[in-house]
Nanobody, 126 residues
């Protein structure tokens, strides 16, 4: 399984970006997909995840209402829509996938993912 994250870039505060996590080697409909981010000097932080079997989603509490997940089976891709971006959202964003259907809260933890993509840089600045 390979994951390809893309869609990052430079955006002004208040702007939007949509990140993509394209999978190959396994259908995204059979994998739970999560997003994490790492800001300079900080550890990986959970952003959001979608469980594969029921598309149940979970978000980091501070990001609820601004970020949302969706899935396109035909493109084998999971999207992270990010709105009302703030400078504090600046980070490298990573997507990850898990074969398991855990309790939804378990997707907060990086160890529960078997596959990781490379990061995509998001910079929010005026």
């Amino acid at each position: 399984v390979q994951l390809q994250a893309s869609g990052g870039g430079l955006v002004q505060p208040g702007g939007s970006l949509r990140l993509s996590c394209a999978a190959s080697g396994r259908a995204v409909s059979t994998m739970s997909v999560g997003w994490f981010r790492q800001a300079p000097g900080k550890e990986h932080a959970f952003v959001a995840a979608m469980r594969w079997n029921d598309r149940n989603t979970v978000y980091s509490n501070p990001l609820k209402g601004r970020f949302s997940l969706s899935r396109d089976i035909a493109k084998n891709t999971v999207f992270l829509q990010m709105n009302s971006l703030e400078p504090e959202d600046t980070a490298v964003y990573y997507c990850a996938a898990s074969r398991a259907a855990y309790n939804i809260g378990s997707y907060h933890y990086p160890n529960n993912y078997q596959y990781w993509g490379q990061g995509t840089q998001v910079t929010v600045s005026s």
